[in-house]
């Protein structure tokens, strides 16, 4: 079954950096639209970014705009989120989704990012 | 700017009860790119509808889903005990390109 591993979440403080990484396997990556989600800690899902399969389109939230970089790795079977000048209500825990027909169809268990000093 | 509002906030029932969740758009969508989540508490949500009223690969035939333009309902014809989550909506294809609902919890009355 489709298997999405999100790593690289942990403590930073406020305006530091932090680069989320997604491992995906056991389907063709290169062929799918991939996203990045967030939920603030008791909160409700946010979306944050879309890549296109080639990484030719890109889309950011406006709260994560000039701040976020998504990318993609198509050989590496790999997603990525670099996280800049990063906030306090930026912390959350972040999942990588797979995206069909505009539903995300698979998700990864996340991976949780606190900003905080 | 398409904003989903979804209601009730907590659906206090009983397992073996009938639950009708609501998700209302701001303006009319294409039923083509509405979908429904469940989340449980410290798992990742899991797809259940697609396309206003398409069950998802596994998805069992007491969750159905139905509506058109701005309203969207899901509905649970027969609670089972796992079926007690929090539930979303979401739009796909407009400014932001993925909107999410605020969510309803569905628990144990």
């Known amino acids: 079954e489709v298997q999405l591993v999100e790593s690289g979440g942990g403590l930073v403080q406020p305006g530091g950096s932090l680069r989320l990484s997604c491992a995906a396997s056991k389907f063709t990556f290169s062929s799918y639209e991939m996203n990045w989600v967030r939920q603030a800690p008791g909160k409700g899902l946010e979306w944050v970014s879309d890549?296109?399969?080639?990484?030719?389109?890109?889309y950011y939230a406006d709260s994560v705009k000039g701040r976020f970089t998504i990318s993609r790795d198509n050989a590496k079977n790999s997603l990525y989120l670099q996280m800049n000048s990063l906030r306090a209500e930026d912390t959350a825990v972040y999942y990588c989704?797979?995206?069909?027909?505009?539903?995300?169809?698979?998700w990864g268990q996340g991976t949780l990012v606190t900003v905080s000093s | 700017e398409i904003v989903l509002t979804q209601s009730p906030g907590t659906l206090s029932l009983s397992p073996g009860e009938r639950a009708t969740l609501s998700c209302r758009a701001s303006?009319?969508?294409?039923?083509?790119?509405l979908a429904w989540y469940q989340q449980k508490p410290g798992q990742a949500p899991r797809l259940l509808i697609s396309g206003a009223s398409s069950r998802a690969t596994g998805i069992p035939d007491r969750f159905s889903g139905g509506g058109s333009g701005t309203n969207f309902t899901l509905a649970i014809s027969r609670l089972e005990p796992e079926d007690f989550a929090v539930y979303y909506c979401q739009h796909y294809g407009s400014s932001p390109l993925f909107t999410f609902g605020p969510g309803t919890k569905v628990d144990i009355k």
């Open positions: 303006q009319s969508v294409s039923s083509t790119y």
């Open positions: 989704a797979r995206v069909v027909q505009g539903n995300f169809d698979y």
């Open positions: 890549i296109s399969s080639s990484g030719s389109s890109i």
